[in-house]
């Protein structure tokens, strides 16, 4: 079901009525940030918490944040038929955190409280995100009641990796809940994570480079790592194993599981993908990598007055700088890449009077040599740091296909889709 499209009006979309599921766990207070972050997009939010998630949220938390009532029995406001309407109403559940217990009362259909009830009627979208600790993210119990409940069709997040409520740290974390909202909202727009990357290893290039000319300043560029981030976490949650070379990015938080390797210049990528590239088998190049890089670079601060400063800082020689992708397509064809990966390149195009922003990806794949490419139109406040993007997957047999507008998550699962499906083909 899905009828966020769905209008009372023309003009006016109704809002989306999104529930809240909260079990018991310490990281019950993230959902206060989930609920706020549906209600500023301008959804109904219904908080449905089981009675252990009180323990560590009051429920006049939940009323407040979500502006409805919130209970957690089958008992409150018999009147209405709220263990039926709750979930009829729902557009899309989110259960977030979720603990071993509540995944074992839903696998077997129990209807004991409001949640479950709720979820024994709800034909929406389901999103949920455990959170425990890792033995019992790993207990076979919990592992076959995930496998259940994935072959249902509901979407089990994989959890983050990191400090869990002890001294303990692992897989168990529940994920930012600005991942958790992303994802969910891909979900309800369509978006399906098939287990279909599980034991892969994934490479992603994301963020800018930076070319020092001296210590303080660099030529550098505005990619937010937006993109390259929401591939990794898509790969993530489709089962792969995700390592990204990151170069400047935005505040981001990292996909689950996934290792981040930082870099500053163009060469240092170039070192760290050809490190990491060896026993992969998807590389993603969605950095925004710069061609050129300083000739010399000073290593203390050039000052303008002084006759070194003045020359280094008006006319600035430039030497290029490495090709990562098609040094790497090159590697691949003398055998050095294990596994023989899919590669895929990103085209941040503009296009002029004389050539479409397309034409000019079709020339560039030709030229790199890679199985895929991402073609977006960039500049104008088109793509850079934006939470959207658009576009076309060129093939190298030739064959193109549109990207269709959605948030970059979205658009990363369109783009795993084209490179699980060539890997396939
Ligand atoms: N790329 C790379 N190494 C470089 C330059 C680019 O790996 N030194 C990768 C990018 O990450 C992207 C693809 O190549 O996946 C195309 O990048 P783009 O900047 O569009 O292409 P360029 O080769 O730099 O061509 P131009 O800037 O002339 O369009």
Redesign the pocket.
């Given at each position: 079901m899905d009828n966020a499209s769905s209008s009372t009006s023309a003009s006016q979309p109704r809002p989306r009525n999104i529930v809240v599921g909260v079990a018991g766990g310490i990281a019950a207070y993230k959902a206060c940030h989930i609920v706020r972050a549906f209600k500023e997009t301008g959804d109904n939010v219904r908080v449905v918490p089981t009675e252990a998630a009180l323990n560590f949220v009051g429920k006049a938390t939940f009323e407040a944040l979500s502006g409805n009532p919130v209970s957690t029995t089958v008992f409150d406001a018999v009147d209405s038929v709220q263990h039926v309407k709750v979930g009829q109403e729902a557009d899309l559940i989110v259960i977030a955190p979720a603990t071993a217990d509540l995944m074992a009362r839903i696998v077997m259909g129990r209807g004991d409280d409001l949640l479950a009830a709720t979820l024994l009627v709800a034909t929406c979208p389901v999103v949920i995100a455990p959170a425990m600790h890792t033995e019992m993210w790993f207990n076979p119990a919990t592992v076959a009641n995930v496998a259940t409940l994935r072959s249902r069709g509901i979407t089990v997040l994989e959890p983050a990796h990191g400090r869990l409520t002890g001294k303990d740290t692992g897989p168990g974390r529940l994920p930012d809940p600005e991942q958790i909202v992303d994802l969910a909202n891909a979900i309800h727009a369509g978006t399906r994570l098939p287990q279909d990357m599980v034991g892969k290893k994934v490479v992603i290039?994301a963020g800018g480079t930076h070319e020092h000319i001296d210590p303080v300043r660099f030529i550098g560029n505005s990619s937010s790592g937006r993109q390259g981030f929401a591939l990794g976490e898509i790969a993530a949650q489709r089962g792969a194993k995700v390592t990204i070379v990151a170069g400047s990015v935005a505040e981001l938080s990292v996909p689950a599981g996934a290792e981040i390797v930082p870099v500053v210049s163009?060469q240092d990528?170039?070192e760290a993908?050809h490190k990491h590239a060896v026993d992969a088998d998807f590389i993603?190049?969605?950095?925004?990598?710069?061609?050129f890089t300083p000739a010399t670079q000073a290593t203390s601060k050039l000052k303008k007055g002084s006759d070194a400063g003045e020359d280094a800082l008006s006319t600035i020689s430039l030497v290029?700088?490495?090709?990562?992708?098609?040094?790497?397509v090159t590697r691949r064809s003398k055998g050095e890449l294990s596994k023989n990966p899919i590669i895929?390149?990103?085209?941040?195009?503009t296009g002029d009077e004389g050539t479409s922003a397309l034409e000019?990806a079709r020339k560039?794949l030709q030229?790199?040599g890679?199985d895929l490419?991402m073609c977006n139109e960039v500049g104008k406040g088109k793509v850079f740091g934006q939470k959207h993007n658009q576009g076309w997957i060129l093939d190298a047999t030739g064959g193109v296909s549109e990207v269709v507008h959605g948030s970059k998550i979205e658009v990363s699962a369109q783009i795993w889709d084209a490179a699980v499906a060539f890997r396939n083909a």
């Open positions: 290039t163009t990528m170039y993908v993603v190049m969605a950095a925004a990598v710069a061609d290029e700088n490495p090709d990562i992708l098609a040094t790497t895929v390149g990103f085209a941040a195009e000019y560039k030229k790199k890679c490419l």
